[in-house]
């Protein structure tokens, strides 16, 4: 199973759990009032939404995951497609970030 495929099973994990914010309307209104450990972005999103996103995250100290296109974030949710996805806890988190250390590619802090 490939890193990928792992970050998609906790995504879909966190998901069912309730653990996740998708889309971008509910993922800027979240972060403007809360913190996240984590923001999932798609590899494939539009500039004006990743630029957006990485400006948040680096104000806040939120790790960015980019490893993921739109429909394999879209399909780690139940969506279609899905351009950004926040993970709102910490466990979760953790475990993605174990997965990304095993790769060393995808993370920006």
């Known amino acids: 199973m490939t890193a990928q495929e792992r970050i998609g099973n906790l995504l879909g994990l966190a998901c069912r759990a309730r653990k996740t914010i998708c889309g971008?309307?509910?993922?800027?209104?979240?972060?403007?009032?809360?913190?996240?450990?984590?923001l999932f972005l798609a590899a494939d999103g539009g500039v004006d939404n990743v630029e957006?996103?990485?400006?948040?995250?680096?104000r806040k100290g939120i790790a960015v995951?980019?490893?993921?296109?739109?429909?394999e974030l879209g399909r780690a949710v139940g969506k279609m497609q899905n351009v950004v996805v926040l993970l709102t806890d910490a466990g979760f988190a953790k475990a993605?970030?174990?997965v990304l250390r095993t790769t060393e590619k995808g993370v920006t802090r």
């Open 65 to 71: 995951v980019d490893i993921l296109t739109k429909e």
């Open 24 to 38: 971008d309307f509910a993922a800027e209104k979240h972060l403007k009032n809360h913190t996240v450990p984590m």
């Open 96 to 98: 993605v970030d174990k």
């Open 52 to 58: 957006k996103y990485r400006r948040l995250a680096a």
